[in-house]
């Protein structure tokens, strides 16, 4: 009896984890209840923008209160600004934070935002391309450079400044005292939303490009109280002034003249100029790369020194004084807990008759393995080719693979699918030629040992079970789909981990699922489903924990170690003070959003092997497993990836 509960008390247990630790995150996310949070639209004449709103306890329209518009970065969504919107407000300001154009749930693309055929570092060069990839590559061009430039940009401040009107007209705001603040794509929509509206009060540019007074009427034109955080280890050149390293950069014209308002080298780290008359500039250098400088401590608390000051706000609070983080291991918690829930889900789904199938019953048949020199060397390729084509086909499928764009919506998944349908279609052809004229034939192996077949008719697909698989997978997904929904419905909270991974589909979202959900199905059942617990098994351990642990190394070393490969690439140079690794070897084109994305892709495919080394040791086969990490993977990228 016991032994039938533990699927059973560990469900409930996954469930109570989930449901206090979103809890807890949503108490602190409201500054442990001194903070009214809510979420919602309003509408442009093209559509809606969401927002999110943290407003501090007192305010109102009697007692309105200075406001900050935030904006995200490229690839993120409003719940990415939470750390500066709860600091903020935990400081008596209004902070709105929305979702740009492409990104969460506003319905404009990021086609909005307006090409031209110019780049700015060689205006005597004109680019093409398919119209996502000048998209892109004119995002350092805003819409009050000088016509011949910006001739073609529909509105570089992607929706910035139709959600600034929206902040003025909130009675509760004090309209007088409005500040901005964005994130790498969100600096170029700051400084945007600061040349429409001149009466705004300060801006803080989070990893932002700096503007050539050339390109613009800067005579008339004035931007006040800017705050520069700069990473020193941006991985993206135009926000390193085009150059390898950030070092020097205070020394150079563009900095401390253009910049600074100054007539000689600066220094990081100090202010200069005067926050009364708007003059006030400051560049801080924060230890860290482009994407965590969104959550790094002393980014924050020179944020909150900067706006505080600006909008003449009084606080006991000190700036170092913060609680984001805590809202963030927390739902970090809880979604590993939801992703946990499916696994003893599973045992509970078997025991009813129909799904039963799904784990083979009785002992199972010893599998034939590769010969360790064979998986040895298989692993080595399969490493060294991923590695090697990582950068070269995402930035391909990312900008320039011709695909139909009204269908392909998805930017940055472009260039994932490009890369892993190639990584799928060399390993099938090579698994194809190994199990019929190689060394998988010498060896007898079977579809029973690929984990394809049951023990009793090991050369035949069962696809009855595979069919139950596919159907087991959508109905655990969508098990923890409609825990996101509670979730973000209770709390106003998704799952995440600072950045975007599990949320409500809006329905063009969930269109983009179904168009992308067959290449993740296919890679992970031939490259993480055939190859890797078929072709390139490990032996067993003495114990289920044992064996749970050594496959799951074994398969995080496999899949992902062609990117670890590129991690070294990147960064063992630019801390060594060389720059980049990609701009090295390769050029800064291949650079920037795949360098910086691996932080993201790394731990979330880790996670994942996880969850099918664990399925396909209690089926017997690679369909569940494979076909839930292919849904999950589908729907982080296509839940809260940007769309064009």
Known sequence: MGKHCKPLIAFILCIVVLALSMGLASWVQTGFGAIRVSTGYFEISEGIIAYKLYIPAGVSASRPAPAVLIMHGYQNDKETSAAYSIELARRGIVALSIDEYGHGGTSLGMRAHGYTSRKLSNLNKTISGPERFLTMMNFSTLEFFNPSISGGIKDS???????????????????????????????????????????????????????????????????????????????????????????????????????????????????????SDGSARRMELVQNNHRLATHDGRALSAAMYWFTHALEIPTPLADSDHIYMIKEVLVLTGMLAALVSMLPALLLLARLKFFAPLIQAGEREPRKLLPKKSRR?????????????????????????????????????????????????????????????????????????????????????????????????FLLTGMMYVLVCISTALFQLDFRFIWPFFKPFTGERLGQFFVYLPFYAAFFTVNAGVKLYGQMRLPEKKSPAGTQLAWWGYSVFVMLGGVFLIVLVEYIPFFLGLGPGADLLFSSLFGGPFMSVMILLIPQFAAFFFLSTYLYRKTGRIYTGSFIVAILASWVLTGGSAMF
Request: hydrophobic share 40%; proline share 4%.
């Open 377 to 473: 060397q298989t692993a080595q390729i399969a490493i060294l080719v991923s590695g090697l084509t990582f950068p070269f086909l995402c930035q391909l499928g990312h900008g320039l693979l011709p695909v139909p764009e009204n269908i392909f919506r998805m930017t940055i998944g472009n260039g994932f699918i490009t890369w892993l349908t190639f990584l799928m279609l060399l390993s099938l052809i090579m698994l194809f030629f190994w199990y019929k004229r190689g060394e998988g034939k010498r060896l007898g192996i079977n579809l029973y040992d690929l984990g394809l077949a049951d023990k009793d008719r090991p050369g035949r697909i069962n696809w009855s079970v595979a069919g139950k698989s596919a159907l087991a997978a």
């Open 157 to 275: 401040s992607m929706g910035g400044k139709d959600a600034y009107r929206f902040l003025q007209s909130l009675d509760f705001v004090d309209a007088s005292r409005i500040g901005i603040t964005g994130h790498s794509m969100g600096t170029w929509s700051s400084w945007t939303v600061g040349a429409a509206f001149p009466d705004h009060r300060a801006i803080v540019l989070q990893c932002g490009e700096l503007l050539v007074p050339e390109y613009y009427d800067a005579e008339n034109i004035k931007f006040n109280n800017v705050l520069l955080i700069q990473a020193r280890y941006d991985e993206f050149d135009y926000f390193r002034d085009y150059q390898r390293n950030v070092t020097g950069l205070e020394k150079t014209p563009l900095r401390y003249r253009d910049f600074m308002g100054q007539a000689s080298p600066v220094e990081w780290n100090r202010t200069y100029g005067s926050f």
